[in-house]
């Protein structure tokens, strides 16, 4: 496993271990601690791409709704989502 690998594994780990803190601290640290509906959504749909990496895919699903209930265009989590429900063959 690359350094790379294992770093970004350690982070995903962190986000669904505790998903409540890693929520806050996503959000204060990523926007300033302003509820920015565009960052919020690149937040949920970045973890929602770790969560899929880690075999989640409810939990992919679930932050990939989130992100599009933020900005209901954006591409990259309809993406994920999809790639979701196809591992879970819905």
Not at 2 to 20: M, W
Not at 62 to 76: E, T, V, Y
């Amino acid at each position: 496993m690359s350094y790379h690998e294992v770093y970004c594994t350690r982070l995903c780990d962190i986000a669904v271990d505790v998903p409540s803190v890693a929520d806050s601290m996503m959000v204060d640290i990523c926007t300033g601690g302003s509820n920015n509906a565009a960052g919020l959504s690149v937040l949920y749909s970045n973890r929602a791409a770790c969560l899929m990496k880690l075999g989640d895919c409810q939990g992919c699903i679930a932050d990939c709704d989130n992100a599009l209930a933020l900005c209901p265009n954006s591409a990259k989590p309809l993406l994920r989502r999809a790639m979701a429900f196809e591992a879970l063959e819905k």
